[in-house]
């Protein structure tokens, strides 16, 4: 199934998710518009630096920019590099870089008929406006693109980001494996359902529980390190490899009747993927409203910083000649040749 599965990381973070990834045996190609952020990838295998690009310092319109005229390298590099059916681009919504180049790049991709979905991040509340703003835009491009596979969206809301990536990573490896390692008389998922799951257009989850039955995977499907799921029950499939007792119907109870389901069985815990749900539409309001409530404020500072004139009197000891000598208000600056005429007078 590995070979399958081909990542595009960008910038910082999608460089630090994709080296798990590349870590597990898969393959990933990073791509940044700075060379000083890709010089920090030891021992990676594949690494691109976009032409022209000197970091986005979170500006996302640069990065567009750098897309958009080095593309055909960029595409050509994926095609070299990532032979797979499904391409995940790696990035967060809240930088420049990543946030500039990833949806764009999803889209030009998925226009040359390849698989593409993401893994994005959601910044968290603490992080500054910008972000934010950021995030925000980048969504608004993602939920357009109508064609892209399954988007995971973890949220650093949900805690430390790094331990954020390892879950991410070890969860997908885990989802992955099913196929190879869970395999049951009542029951298999093979790679093609596989597929189809990670294929669906929309949001996706997965999630693990320990627990026998359905309560535990309803739990984590609330506690994890994805973006809340919306209360909709907008839904296309349940791929699920159970742990015990386990009904479908006490999880499709919860999430919403997908347009199928494919189940397996193991001795271990139960692993879910759940894929075709609706963007995080309650999580982005909050965004949204973040954005707004501070707006006003925001623009008042950046007014003030451009408008506000100041007093010039302050630093008392300009009146001061360089050598501590007072200047008399009304006394000339003296020129080279008056101070030498003045030896030679008389
Ligand atoms: N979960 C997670 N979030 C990260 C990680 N690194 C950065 N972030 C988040 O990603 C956002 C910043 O994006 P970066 O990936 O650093 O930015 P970039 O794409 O390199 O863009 P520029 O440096 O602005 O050109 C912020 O919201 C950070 O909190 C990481 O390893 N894991
Ligand atoms: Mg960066």
């Not at 991040?121 to 603490?126: A, G, V």
Request: with cysteine.
């Amino acid at each position: 199934m590995k070979e399958r599965i081909g990542f595009v990381a960008i910038g910082q973070a999608g460089g630090n998710i994709g080296r798990l990834f590349e870590q597990k045996g898969f393959s990933v190609l990073y791509v940044n518009t700075s060379q000083e952020d890709l010089d920090t990838l030891a021992d990676v295998k594949f690494m691109y630096h976009i032409t022209g690009g000197e970091g986005c310092n979170k500006d996302r319109h640069k990065a567009k920019q750098l897309v958009v005229e080095d593309f055909d390298n960029i595409a050509q590099q994926i095609d070299l590099k990532l032979n797979t059916d499904i391409v995940f681009v790696i990035f967060a919504s809240g930088g420049g870089t990543g946030s500039g180049a990833g949806p764009m790049l999803m889209d030009l991709l998925i226009d040359e008929k390849k698989t593409v979905g993401a893994i994005t991040i959601l910044p968290s509340r603490q992080e500054s406006i910008k972000s934010q703003i950021n995030s925000y835009e980048c969504f608004t491009e993602l939920i357009d693109i109508r064609r892209s596979a399954a988007v995971f969206v973890l949220d650093n809301d949900k805690g430390d980001k790094l331990t954020l990536n390892q879950e991410l990573a070890e969860i997908f490896q885990q989802f992955i494996d099913i196929p190879d390692k869970h395999k049951s008389i009542l029951g298999n998922i093979d790679k093609a359902e596989m597929e189809e799951t990670m294929k669906a257009h929309g949001m996706a989850v997965i999630t693990q529980s320990k627990e026998e039955g359905a309560a535990g995977l309803i739990k984590a499907l609330n506690e994890n390190s994805f973006a809340p799921i919306e209360n909709d029950g907008i839904i296309k499939y349940i791929a699920i490899s159970s742990c015990g007792d386990f009904h479908m119907t006490d999880i499709t109870k919860v999430v919403g009747i997908p347009l199928d389901t494919f189940q397996t069985y193991n001795e271990d815990a139960t692993v879910c993927m759940i894929s075709g749900l609706s963007y995080p539409k309650t999580r982005l309001d909050g965004i949204y409203q973040t954005i707004k409530d501070s707006q006003d404020m925001i623009i008042k500072n950046l007014r003030a910083t451009s408008e506000l004139k100041l007093n010039s009197d302050v630093n008392f000891l300009n009146e001061f000649a360089e050598h501590g000598v007072k200047q008399q208000k009304d006394e000339k600056p003296k020129s080279k040749r008056d101070i030498m005429s003045k030896y030679f007078k008389g």
